[in-house]
């Protein structure tokens, strides 16, 4: 019945080591997001897709590669994880862009590199 | 690059309304108000979204003031559980969503 849903909810790794974070949403939406939360508790976007073509990048390192095998799946691969990398990571859906969307959030995937 | 003003935290007694400010004073007149909220350990909810006029659903009230410039979101019964951090967001269409600092609202009995 999760509307958004994000696989794993912890992941613990070390440095340098290449992880995925899933996102899953059964709600119809045609627009998914990925957000981070660092430790200072600041939400800032990551990446956009819209029916799974690419619609914003954020200044984010290309070591971070989001993928969207159809519109209801992006999934975020990271290579070489850095301590830096630490945070909670938000997958989010919204019905279509435009200024009336609602974002659906995910639970966050809380990723400890260390 | 947040574009409001939020006070950093609140206090309300459960069951009082909690009224929640905020500061848009650059504004433009394509971008709504959204509110958002986050509960500890959880991703963000949305709660009301508004242009113009004042707008109210099952979870909250907003007061739009007349100049677009300021906003109060209002949860008119709070109850411990609405203790989260609370984000005022100004969008355009097609733009992304950008949040602040947020207030930190405590709820309590």
């Known amino acids: 019945d999760t509307a958004v849903s994000q696989t794993p909810k912890y992941l613990v790794t070390q440095m340098g080591n290449d992880k995925s974070i899933k996102c899953e949403q059964n709600l119809g939406h045609d627009t998914m997001y990925w957000y981070k939360q660092d430790s200072k508790k600041f939400l800032k976007i990551m990446f956009s897709?819209?029916?799974?073509?690419?619609?914003i990048n954020e200044t984010v390192p290309n070591r971070f590669s989001p993928k969207s095998p159809d519109k209801a799946h992006l999934n975020l691969h990271i290579n070489s994880l850095e301590l830096g990398d630490s945070a909670v990571y938000f997958c989010a859906s919204s019905p279509r862009q435009g200024s009336r969307e609602k974002l659906f959030f995910g639970s966050g995937t809380q990723l400890s590199v260390l | 690059d947040a574009k409001t003003t939020q006070p950093p935290s609140m206090d309300c007694a459960e069951g009082r309304a909690a009224n929640l400010p905020c500061n848009h004073s650059?504004?433009?007149?394509?971008?709504?108000v959204y509110w958002y909220r986050q509960i500890h350990s959880q991703g963000p909810q949305y709660i009301i979204h508004?242009?113009?006029n004042n707008e109210t659903n099952e979870m909250a009230s907003l007061i739009i003031t007349e100049d677009r410039k300021s906003s109060t979101l209002i949860l008119p019964h709070a109850t411990l559980r609405d203790t989260a951090v609370y984000y005022c967001i100004v969008k355009e269409y097609g733009n992304k969503l950008v949040f602040g600092a947020g207030t930190i609202l405590r709820v309590k009995s």
């Open positions: 897709y819209n029916n799974k073509e690419l619609i």
């Open positions: 508004g242009l113009k």
């Open positions: 650059t504004i433009s007149g394509n971008e709504y």
